[in-house]
């Protein structure tokens, strides 16, 4: 029986590449602190996909997933959606933890000592 990938599947690069040069303001402002291993030199990507989403940032080593969430996630069909992509990436043996965009922007220390807490242990 051949293993399903649910790592960035062929038929979802497209949206990933899109998604990549087109980052918010916030995710942009995040990804200047933690990428190229700023971070406690851990090794986050961008618009990594996992099953049929594509989340913000993904850090392989710990299982862990970043989301960075502006004003459209706070209806309640985009809620209800975040949700159960949530439900579904933590079944799978995935941390997730959301920030939103205002709080990225106030509280940058404090964004990136919760990101460090939910590092795995060594």
């Known amino acids: 029986m051949k293993k399903m990938c649910i790592h960035n599947r062929k038929e979802l690069l497209e949206s990933r590449k899109e998604l990549r040069k087109n980052l918010t303001p916030a995710e942009a402002f995040l990804w200047k602190h933690i990428r190229a291993k700023q971070l406690d030199d851990k090794k ?65 220390q404090s964004v990136l000592s919760e990101i460090r807490g939910n590092f795995k242990e060594k």
């Open 44 to 108: 986050f990507v961008k618009q990594h996909s996992i099953g049929n989403y594509i989340v913000d940032f993904y850090l392989a080593s710990d299982k862990l997933i970043i989301e960075v969430d502006g004003g459209v996630h706070q209806n309640p069909s985009a809620m209800e959606y975040d949700e159960k992509r949530t439900v579904y990436l933590i079944e799978l043996g995935f941390s997730v933890i959301r920030f939103e965009n205002k709080m990225v922007f106030e509280n940058l």
